[in-house]
């Protein structure tokens, strides 16, 4: 077997998540039932889930208002227009409002559906999780602790599930990055022609972030995985490096 | 540590592959020089650059007489003509044309840029690759010398490297599938609070894709890798499904 392979290892055992709980204890601890160690190079993948849970970022539908907009527009799109009003009270554009989807502009210039309000794996009926107020600074939270705890130099990304235009399924992308680059420039190294390469920067975080969201599917219980042997550098982290700006574009 | 790990495993040793050469017998011998086993349920993911090579999708620039409009836009966008000629002649339609890039639909649907034209790890200097003809039958060809030859059931995956439309950086996309299901229905599944998931539909091939893509950098020579482990569902493939129906696509 060759020695570069890369693993993904889901950490089982995570409990239900609340607001107020301490996040990076409750996921070391889960690991250390599980055995499973953590070692420097690794990449610690969390789902934003159970950060915006354990970090407050919900919402109880029974205290939320909808405005005559979102009243109208939940009524068009069969959709609760309390949720509605969330979607919009967390968007800073509407992308896409077609064919009962709702395609936002959140956070730092992430765009998805619904603004990523989410009812799924949520503290119970009527209650919605909102992303992460800052996702860069959940994910270096979270890094510090287990560095700390650890004694390891890891990475950690939060992700979610996002769609994508043209191409049908959603994928995991990654929302906060701490301790690594989020992106892989390849430019100025060379192909196997030792021609170069001029426009390949990779998505690593990204590529890190599916990896690992094949052991964390939604009904699978599982909320954190580590990545170990992912060709990621270490670095400042950052995921809103991954919001395209503006003026380069095309689709906006 | 738990049992259900998820590896990538490259597949080292794979020569320059040329127009004609048997692609599974060169996959298959690297693998068995580096001592990598195949077992059921793996996938084995290769990059589309050798399928398209071994297949001959690969142009000359010496033989392409560029149209007028190929020699307007290359001067315009400082490509060379000929390639802007190519990229038309693979293109269906022209999703945008702007800031020095060509977006373009192509093959059963894929929209990504330069039709997947591409001068890197191409045959030498003055020649391009283009994606596989029909990347479906391609996997399907491999899948099935693999299972003749190593006596299991195997996924294969076709993948190419594509940008996306509001995050920097490249990801890895399955362009054909044979053996699994390309998508993933959660669909019906429950959430930890027994809630029912309405709306998840994963890409579980571009997630495989993704994964594989971690092992197999343009610069790293590797052209092939198993991935072992991954929730895949043995299936009839079809990268084709990917391609979101014209219908429900909001970003035509």
Redesign the interface.
Known sequence: ??Q???????I?GIP?VRPGDDLPRLILAAASE???EFRSNDVLVVCQKVVSKAEGAVVALRDVAPSPFAERIGRKMGKDPRVVEVILRESTRIV?M??G?I?CETGP???CANAGVD????L??DTVVLLPRDADASAEAIRKVVERERDVSVGVIITD?FG??????????ALGVAGIE???D?RG?????G?E??H?????A??????A???M???S?IAAAIIRG??VTAGPGGGW????PRE????R
Chains 1, 2 share one sequence.
């Open positions: 077997m060759p570069n392979m890369i693993t993904a290892i889901p089982p239900h599980a055995r499973i896409r077609d064919g989807l395609i210039g992430w765009v009812s799924s794996n949520s119970g009926p599930t994508r235009p043209w191409r049908e399924g959603l994928t995991e992308v989020p992106l892989l390849l190294r060379r192909d196997l022609n021609h390469l001029l390949t920067t990779m998505a690593i990204d590529d890190v972030a599916c990896a969201g094949l052991v599917l939604k009904d219980g992912a060709p490096r991954f919001v395209r380069s574009d095309l689709f």
